[in-house]
């Protein structure tokens, strides 16, 4: 079965959305007490959004996999050509590390490996926020001394919000064991 691609797109805007604690329509936050703000709603969001990024992913195809050329393996290897830029947030440091594969075609690594092995290894946990009922990660003590602290921020809309950094310790850490945090062998 073939999905109007211009329907998932707007289908896919609007649940990235709601899992934000926004208003779908007009994108503004949404009241404390809303139902969109219900931590299992949120969740129930985000797991639409990942079914349908993979049906957009499967180019609009439910069931079966479109013929789609499979990205070459990350390259662990080229890890060892990694420098220190600045302390930064989880995802742009994943995305320097991808750009040193030097092939924009290669499968990258998400944050997800690397989170949860730092999970397991007490460096962050999980905490829920006061106000949104949204859980988001945050450094711990031996976090602390690994080389990951908090930094606040505040969004587009005037909102506070802390945000787990990455510092040279942690970045140059994850960069050496990367191949074996997404193995789970260390």
């Known amino acids: 079965m073939q999905i109007d691609m211009q329907k998932l797109e707007v289908a896919m805007k609007y649940i990235e959305r709601i899992a934000d604690g926004k208003n779908p329509v007009n994108n503004k936050p949404t009241e404390e007490d ?51 830029v600045d302390d930064t947030s989880i995802a742009y440091f994943m995305n320097r590390l991808k750009g040193l594969a030097l092939d924009p075609n290669v499968r990258g690594i998400g944050t997800k490996p690397v989170t949860d092995w730092l999970k397991r290894k007490g460096y962050l946990i999980d905490v829920q926020d006061k106000y949104t009922g949204k859980l988001h990660p945050e450094a711990t003590e031996s976090g ?40 789970n062998s260390i």
């Open 34 to 84: 809303s139902v969109l703000n219900n931590p299992n709603v949120i969740r129930c969001m985000y797991f639409v959004k990942e079914v349908l990024t993979a049906v957009k992913e499967n180019n609009g195809m439910i069931g079966g996999r479109a013929s789609k050329p499979s990205k070459p393996p990350f390259p662990f290897e080229c890890l060892s050509g990694f420098e220190y």
């Open 144 to 183: 602390i001394d690994f080389g990951l602290y908090m930094q606040e921020r505040t969004s587009t809309y005037g909102q506070s919000y802390q945000i787990v950094m990455y510092s040279q310790k942690a970045q140059e850490f994850i960069a050496a064991h990367l191949e074996q945090i997404v193995n």
